[in-house]
């Protein structure tokens, strides 16, 4: 069983930064590919980035590609998303997830295991 558990989310404004943490629980072989989803009010749930889990290879949705970077802390258990040069249109409840694949997936029906949510609000 895999658990993940948010933390990070909170208002900021326009071109500001903000880093969301996840702590991620259970066997690494059940969550080799972390990754982070947003759904906006009244959007569809959409692809941000992901990491590999052994080595930090990323991928990351073209809109946030040149301002977020996610990482990851294999001795505690954490994926980050720092998020800089933040815009009105990053606001979204922020998911943290994991995917048993072996490879990079921007399906969100490839993640087994999904964290609790957290709200980003960026406005002024």
């Known amino acids: 069983q895999v658990q993940l558990v948010q933390s990070g989310g909170e208002l900021v404004q326009p071109g500001g930064s903000l880093r969301l943490s996840c702590l991620v629980s259970?066997?690494?072989?059940?969550?080799?590919?972390g990754a982070w989803f947003r759904q906006a009010l009244g959007k569809e749930r959409e692809f941000v980035a992901s990491?590999?889990?052994?080595?930090?290879?990323?991928d990351y949705a073209d809109s946030v590609k040149s301002r977020f970077t996610i990482s990851r802390d294999y001795a505690n258990n954490m994926i980050y998303l720092q998020m800089n040069s933040l815009k009105p249109e990053d606001t979204a409840l922020y998911y943290c997830?994991?995917?048993?694949?072996?490879?990079?997936?921007?399906?969100?029906?490839?993640?087994?295991?999904w964290g609790q949510g957290t709200q980003v609000t960026v406005s002024s």
């Open positions: 259970g066997r690494t072989a059940n969550r080799l590919i």
């Open positions: 997830a994991s995917s048993q694949l072996i490879r990079f997936s921007r399906l969100e029906s490839d993640y087994n295991y």
């Open positions: 990491i590999s889990w052994f080595n930090a290879n990323t």
